[in-house]
């Protein structure tokens, strides 16, 4: 599977649209684009996927670039409850899920 | 569906202790994998099993560490014997195979060996 690049932290106020980006440059054609979080001490939590289109869940929306060399992860209006670890992982079906080390994004009141 | 379940939440044991973890993954799906995660590395992936066969157990540290799936509701991942570190979060996942279908963990077992 291919490998990603994530900025270590961000921050966001409260209210606010939170980005995080994810580098995947080397994605191939039949590679999902992943995205979970993980709330200290708990499980990752699935937050959505994408092949090539762009994708809107409740819980947020991922832009995926047109050559899908990247994504964005957009949390439209960021809580308190959205202070997580956000991971991107690239993977094929069939493939397993191999976590990197993630963005660690702190919502400010 | 209750989701993922593990069992037990926390785990206390002596150095050279067995110990059992367990994990019920969400029923129909018919793939699990156990991770382990510490603040030195991360999220890591130990096995994986699709229809209850062991498929890459690539992850596992050492001979110590082995896993179990006797049927599609239940598998187990044994540490003997036990060392301190091997003090981390431990994680089950199940899936469906096949699709492209997200991964849904448990709340993990937190295991602390003194």
């Known amino acids: 599977d291919a490998k990603t690049t994530q900025p270590p932290s961000m921050d966001c106020a409260e209210g606010r649209a939170a980005n995080l980006p994810c580098n995947h440059s080397?994605?191939?054609?039949?590679?999902?684009v992943y995205w979970y979080r993980q709330i200290h001490s708990q499980g990752p939590q699935y937050i959505i996927h994408?092949?090539?289109n762009n994708e809107t869940n409740e819980m947020a929306s991922l832009i995926i670039t047109e050559d899908r060399k990247s994504s964005t992860l957009i949390l439209p209006h960021a809580t308190l409850r959205d202070t997580a670890v956000y991971y991107c992982?690239?993977?094929?079906?069939?493939?397993?899920?191999?976590f990197g080390t993630g963005t660690s994004l702190t919502v400010i009141p | 569906d209750a989701g993922v379940i593990q069992s037990p939440r926390h785990e206390v044991t002596e150095m050279g202790q067995e110990v059992t973890l367990r994990c019920k993954p969400i029923?129909?799906?018919?793939?699990l994998f156990w991770y382990r995660q510490t603040m030195m590395r991360g999220l890591e992936l130990l096995i994986y099993?699709?229809?209850?066969?062991?498929?890459?157990d690539s992850g596992m540290p050492e001979d110590r560490f082995s896993a179990k799936m006797p049927n599609a509701s239940f598998s187990t991942l044994k540490i003997q014997p036990s060392e301190p570190r091997d003090s981390a979060v431990y994680f089950c996942?199940?899936?469906?195979?096949?699709?492209?279908?997200?991964?849904?963990f448990g709340q993990g077992t937190r295991l602390t060996v003194v």
């Open positions: 992982i690239v993977r094929a079906i069939g493939n397993q899920f191999y």
């Open positions: 080397t994605i191939s054609g039949n590679e999902y």
């Open positions: 994408g092949l090539k």
């Open positions: 029923s129909g799906h018919n793939s």
């Open positions: 996942a199940s899936r469906l195979q096949g699709s492209s279908t997200e991964a849904f």
């Open positions: 099993f699709n229809n209850n066969v062991p498929i890459d």
